[in-house]
């Protein structure tokens, strides 16, 4: 069983959204990771990509966009674009909905949202822990390891990995774009 994330309303954050509640880091061997599910299976991402935490809105369709383009959302005027990480790791397509997660991800140059279905929780997690410490066969570049968490086995996303696939298909919409120009 999971603990839901506590979130609580931080008007005078940075990021004026939803931010994460007390966390208490156990060791410097372990990382802090922001775990959360997405279409029935349990990911983290490393913490220090993630920018803010938003509940579901709709967002603004962009038309001819790349087929991981979910569209664009409004973040205080700055339009960030929200791309289908469950297209990006096969997961069964689904509409959005009140209760998903808009991960906003920080990778320096570039901002991007994610949507999942739940942000769950802020954790350490040890490579001890880790069922591979090791890049996975056959597993492209998003899935940096499994590890275990509470008993319930967590895919490990890898946020170079990330990063890399959100800036292509932005740059192929850029692309794409110009061409039709």
């Known amino acids: 069983m999971w603990i839901h994330l506590t979130i609580q309303k931080q008007p005078e ?12 880091p156990a060791s410097q061997n372990s990382q802090p ?18 920018d803010e ?4 809105v709709e967002l603004l369709p962009v038309p001819g966009s790349h087929y991981a383009m979910e569209g ?23 509409p ?3 209760t998903d997660h808009l991960i906003v ?17 802020l954790a350490n997690l040890s490579e001890q822990n880790s069922q591979s410490s090791a890049k996975i066969p056959l597993c492209g570049s998003l899935v940096a390891r499994i590890d275990r968490y509470n008993g319930d ?5 890898d946020s170079e990995g990330l990063s ?15 061409q039709g120009n």
């Open 13 to 24: 954050s940075r990021a004026g959204g939803f931010t994460l509640s007390s966390y208490n």
């Open 33 to 50: 990771v922001l775990l959360f599910e997405l279409g029935g299976h349990k990911y983290s991402l490393p913490f220090h990509v993630v």
């Open 53 to 56: 935490i938003l509940p579901a």
């Open 72 to 94: 664009l959302l409004d973040v205080r005027g700055e339009v960030i674009p929200v791309l289908a990480l469950s297209t990006m790791l096969n997961l069964a397509p689904r």
């Open 96 to 98: 959005i909905s009140y």
């Open 105 to 121: 991800l920080n990778f320096v140059t570039e901002r991007f949202a994610i949507r999942v279905d739940r942000a769950c929780e």
């Open 153 to 157: 086995r967590v895919t490990a996303l």
């Open 164 to 178: 890399r696939m959100l800036t292509n298909v932005a740059s192929r919409e850029t692309v794409t774009q110009s």
